[in-house]
């Protein structure tokens, strides 16, 4: 080698596939030509127990990574197969909630609210609806979804902006009544809310049900004029029978000018009390149908008074226990078809004699803890059994078969509600504490209040 060689190892592989080590060394440097020491060593036999190592390592490295990627193939198989149940599941629940959706009668829509600069709520955007809905507004469909109510126009969606509102920002779910002049169509509508800034609607066509309600209502009123005309007729009999008397007398004594003036007084007087009633009665059904601020004592007076051949005919003993202090706004003759029904059906469940007590307090609502007035009728009577108890605001419900026509709570109840009042009862049927007590509560009104209206 040349100076400054260094020594050298290498492998070469013969043409008979054995591998050769080569170990080249030079000798110390001499004047004569280089020289080289090579010696050749065969090292292919050395070398298979460590190619055998280094094939089982790899074999176990893919045998490990195989193992991971069938593992890892499986969960993925898995994973796919359980999505797409989800999936299927989901098409299906879709296909079932589009299918009710679509096919439900009820008006149904989603909408988002839409404010001002204040935060009131002013309208809102339908972004979903029913084909309900487009029959009950005359709209098509397309033409609802992505507009707003305003452009739409006054229709059932005009309806209650402020309770949507109200429902889409608190999360506050609302039942409400609401009337449709254009369409003269009543609903029940329930609104709650999806999420913030958007609500849901639901809406129910009661319009034939408030129709049977009216109809029932106005057969009751019926009822009610009947038993009052057979009421004020007995009380014009006894007067015109007076009458009759006085002028059969006059006749017998026609030459006693002083008698057949005494008996003509007393047919006057009979005609002027026939009068009264006459008027008093006229003045009953000749009322406003609009509230206004009446005294509580005065209506039920003169329901008293117009059931007097009633309370006499059952020997009826009457206790008020209240003055002229306590005004409602409401409209009286409504108010006294309440009292007169509840007096009748004090008077039928007393005993012959029996006491009915009427009372008229303050009060104060546990709700909003306004005034309001508690007008009380109680009796000694039979008293209602406990099973008729949950059923006796029903309509057409009564004990009565031959006389009763299930109709006078029913109507008394949806009345005193109209006024924004309650009607509760109470009552023993057994015991020597039996009878009934009646309790109707109405929004008061103030003495003052009602001087200055």
């Known amino acids: 080698m040349l100076k400054g060689s260094l020594p050298k190892n290498r492998e070469v592989e013969t043409p008979d596939n ?15 030509p280089p020289r080289m020491l090579e010696m050749n060593v065969d090292v292919i036999e050395r070398r298979r127990p460590e190619n055998r190592r280094q094939r089982e390592f790899l074999q176990k490295l893919i045998s490990e990574r195989t193992a991971q990627l069938l593992a890892a193939n499986e969960q993925l198989e898995a994973d796919i197969a359980k999505r797409e149940r989800v999936e299927e599941a989901l098409r299906e629940s879709e296909e079932k909630y589009r299918g009710l959706f679509s096919m439900m009668q009820e008006a149904f829509f989603i909408a988002d609210i839409m404010t001002d600069e204040s935060g009131k709520p002013v309208d809102f955007r339908v972004v979903e609806a029913n084909r309900a809905l487009e029959l009950q507004i005359d709209f098509p469909l397309e ?51 999806v999420h913030a800034g958007r609500f849901a609607a639901l809406f129910v066509d009661v319009t034939e049900r408030k129709r049977t309600q ?33 002028i059969f007398l006059a006749r017998l004594n026609a030459t006693d000018s002083q008698a057949v003036h005494k008996y003509l007084d007393m047919a006057d007087d009979e005609l002027k009390r026939i009068a ?3 008027r008093q009665t006229l003045g ?3 009322e406003n149908s609009s509230p206004k601020d009446v005294s509580v004592s005065s209506v039920l007076d003169s329901a008293v008074e117009v059931l007097q051949g009633k ?80 059923r006796i605001f029903e309509p057409l419900f009564t004990t009565k078969v031959s006389t009763g026509t299930g109709l006078g709570l029913w109507v008394a109840r949806q009345i005193v509600e109209k006024h924004g009042g309650i009607i509760r009862v109470r009552s023993r049927s057994k015991g020597d504490n039996r009878g009934t007590v009646f309790q109707v509560y109405l929004p008061a009104v103030t003495v003052s209040e009602a001087a200055g209206n």
Request: with cysteine.
């Open 18 to 32: 054995a591998v050769i080590a080569a170990f080249d060394r030079p000798f110390a440097e001499i004047a004569k």
């Open 276 to 278: 009264h009633i006459t």
């Open 284 to 286: 009953f059904y000749r």
């Open 214 to 246: 009216d109809a029932l209502v106005k057969t009751e009123k019926l009822a009610s004029i009947g038993r009052m005309a057979a009421s004020i007729a007995h009380e014009i009999n006894n007067p015109l029978e007076a009458v009759a008397n006085t």
């Open 311 to 390: 309370i006499k005919a059952t020997h009826t003993h009457i206790e008020k226990q209240y003055d002229d202090s306590f005004h409602v706004q409401a409209i009286p003759g409504e108010l006294r078809q309440v009292f007169a029904n509840l007096l009748v059906n004090s008077m039928e469940a007393a005993v012959d004699g029996g006491g009915i007590v009427l009372r008229i307090a303050q009060s104060t609502c546990l709700t909003n803890h306004q005034p309001r007035i508690k007008i009380t009728v109680a009796d000694r009577g039979q008293g209602i059994e406990s099973n008729n108890m949950p």
């Open 143 to 193: 033409q609802i979804v992505g507009n707003t109510a305003q452009s739409l126009g006054l229709n059932l969606l005009s309806q209650g902006i402020e309770i949507y509102g109200h429902v889409a920002m608190t999360g506050e779910p609302v039942r409400f009544e609401t009337f449709v002049p254009q369409h003269a169509r009543h609903y029940e509508g329930m609104a709650y809310q």
